[in-house]
């Protein structure tokens, strides 16, 4: 069983920055992929940013390219999401994802959300204009 905690949400204001966090228990962390979502209010949740095992691959929404940055610490079981130039639109609960999978699609299934095995409660990033 691994448990994922985000921290870090907040209020700031638009062309601000924020730094989440997602810790994670357990001693198998560097064998999940990882990934960051967000939900709107009235929106489905999205697909944010991923990240493969060891951290050398990473991949992000269209809409995130460029302003936000994922990252792991596979020693102390956590993944960041930098996010920069924040926009009111970035307004969400931002959730933590992992995916224990071995397959070269793992980028595939991040995005799709398909194959989670845990999500973390989720961490509100309110942007202000």
């Known amino acids: 069983q691994v448990q994922l905690v985000e921290s870090g949400g907040g209020l700031v204001q638009a062309g601000g920055s924020l730094r989440l966090s997602c810790a994670a228990s357990g001693r198998t962390f560097s064998s999940y992929t990882m990934g960051w979502f967000r939900q709107a209010p009235g929106k489905e949740r999205e697909f944010v940013a991923a990240v493969s095992w060891g951290g050398t691959s990473t991949y992000y929404a269209d809409s995130v390219k460029g302003r936000f940055t994922i990252s792991r610490d596979n020693v102390k079981n956590t993944v960041y999401l930098q996010m920069n130039s924040l926009k009111p639109e970035d307004t969400a609960v931002y959730y933590c994802?992992?995916?224990?999978?071995?397959?070269?699609?793992?980028?595939?299934?991040?995005?799709?959300?398909?194959?989670?095995?845990?999500w973390g409660k989720g961490t509100l990033v309110t942007v202000s204009s």
């Open positions: 994802a992992a995916d224990h999978t071995s397959s070269n699609a793992w980028y595939q299934r991040m995005k799709i959300g398909y194959g989670i095995d845990y």
